[in-house]
């Protein structure tokens, strides 16, 4: 059974701090901004400090996105036929690695009739208009495998285990901040931990251990998203080379969960 230990309020993110009286409305000593909630998807994030570009918060509504947190877009979802979304330093979409044009459909061959003398005409396929396909296989030197867990089961309390290839990584190891900062939980908010360690004992990092206590309850679906990065030459890894095992689960009340699963996308 997971226990919940809380301490204070404010803590949405992967930092854990904020003031004690972090949403009680008042703007109190030592904050900048008090808006009464400790939602982290507004102007004011649960540790009392404005939501800005760049700070991985996405204030919806304002921005289309932040460094790694895309509000659930891909390139899909935006009309492409694929690809990696990025986002530019002004919190705006970057569609220059997304592939093929928004709305654009692979065309249906048509069909042609060729005259054969006195035999039956025979059809031939007329050549598809070309559609652009995805950059190779393999990755190129700076970019970047983005995957995404999601769970079947709302929860309160959640400890999940990611194991990842060697074609990825993240920079930094165990509880690094540069480690935390690849990590990016869909319902920010309570107390989270990150820790990237070595499952396998073989002296490299395969595992991220994510997990989140808190006394409100988070909906099925998304976790976290994590922006690994994708090694040079290597092949690019797809949902397959990720396992997500849900180590502990329980709700608010501290109810455990049996039987919460865990899934993976990958873009």
Same mark, same amino acid.
Request: charged fraction near 15%; hydrophobic fraction near 30%; glycine fraction near 14%.
């Given at each position: 059974m997971?226990?919940?230990?809380?301490?204070g309020c404010?803590?949405?993110?992967?930092d854990g701090?904020?003031?004690?009286?972090?949403g009680?409305?008042?703007?109190?000593d030592?904050?900048?901004c008090?808006?009464?909630n400790?939602?982290d998807?507004?102007?004011?994030?649960?540790?009392?400090?404005f939501?800005?570009?760049g700070?991985?918060?996405?204030?919806?509504?304002v921005?289309?996105?932040?460094?790694?947190?895309?509000?659930g877009?891909?390139?899909?979802?935006l009309?492409?036929?694929?690809?990696?979304l990025?986002?530019t330093a002004?919190?705006?979409?970057?569609?220059?690695?997304?592939t093929? !044009? /928004?709305?654009?459909?692979?065309?249906t *061959?048509?069909?042609?009739? #060729? $005259?054969? =003398?006195a035999g !039956? /005409?025979?059809?031939s396929?007329?050549s *598809?208009?070309?559609?652009? #396909? $995805?950059? =190779?296989?393999l990755?190129n030197?700076?970019e970047h495998?983005?995957?995404?867990?999601?769970?079947?089961?709302?929860?309160?309390?959640?400890?999940?285990?990611?194991g990842?290839p060697?074609?990825?990584?993240?920079p930094?190891?165990g509880t690094?901040?540069?480690?935390k900062?690849?990590?990016?939980?869909?319902?920010?908010g309570?107390?989270?931990?990150v820790?990237?360690?070595?499952?396998t004992?073989?002296g490299?990092?395969?595992t991220?251990?994510?997990?989140v206590v808190?006394?409100d309850?988070?909906?099925?679906?998304?976790?976290?998203?994590?922006?690994?990065?994708?090694v040079?030459?290597?092949?690019?890894?797809?949902?397959p080379?990720?396992a997500?095992?849900?180590?502990s689960a329980s709700?608010?009340?501290?109810?455990?969960?049996?039987?919460?699963?865990?899934?993976v996308?990958?873009?």
């Amino acid at each position: 059974m997971m226990i919940l230990a809380l301490t204070g309020c404010g803590g949405g993110g992967n930092d854990g701090g904020g003031f004690a009286s972090c949403g009680n409305g008042i703007v109190d000593d030592g904050e900048e901004c008090d808006d009464g909630n400790l939602n982290d998807q507004d102007a004011c994030l649960a540790t009392c400090v404005f939501n800005v570009c760049g700070d991985t918060f996405l204030n919806a509504g304002v921005e289309q996105c932040d460094d790694v947190a895309f509000g659930g877009a891909t390139c899909s979802s935006l009309g492409f036929a694929g690809g990696m979304l990025a986002c530019t330093a002004s919190c705006t979409f970057d569609t220059s690695r997304c592939t093929g !044009s /928004p709305g654009q459909s692979t065309p249906t *061959p048509t069909v042609e009739t #060729t $005259p054969t =003398g006195a035999g !039956s /005409p025979t059809p031939s396929i007329g050549s *598809p208009i070309a559609t652009p #396909t $995805p950059a =190779g296989l393999l990755c190129n030197a700076g970019e970047h495998v983005v995957a995404r867990a999601s769970v079947d089961k709302p929860y309160g309390g959640l400890s999940v285990r990611l194991g990842y290839p060697s074609a990825v990584n993240v920079p930094g190891s165990g509880t690094a901040q540069s480690v935390k900062d690849r990590v990016v939980f869909a319902h920010p908010g309570g107390l989270t931990a990150v820790n990237d360690l070595d499952d396998t004992s073989d002296g490299v990092d395969d595992t991220l251990a994510m997990s989140v206590v808190s006394s409100d309850e988070s909906p099925a679906g998304l976790y976290v998203t994590v922006t690994f990065d994708c090694v040079a030459g290597e092949a690019r890894p797809g949902p397959p080379d990720f396992a997500c095992v849900v180590q502990s689960a329980s709700m608010p009340d501290g109810t455990e969960i049996t039987d919460e699963t865990c899934s993976v996308t990958v873009e």
